[in-house]
């Protein structure tokens, strides 16, 4: 739920950044941009499992 909460996050903060976000374009390209953004998702969470693997579990 947190990684949800901080793609959701990213977007907003990119979506800033790069204005042609804004712009309405075609399916394809709207496909591309979720498979990116949940590739970014992936990558947060799986880079957090790695920590956490990598801590023992120590909180």
Known sequence: MLALAASGMIYVAVADL????HKRV???HTAQQTLLIGLGV????????LAE????GRH
């Open 18 to 21: 790069i204005p042609g976000l």
């Open 26 to 28: 075609g399916l394809r």
């Open 42 to 49: 992936l990558t947060v969470w799986g880079a957090g499992g």
């Open 53 to 56: 693997g990598w801590m023992g």
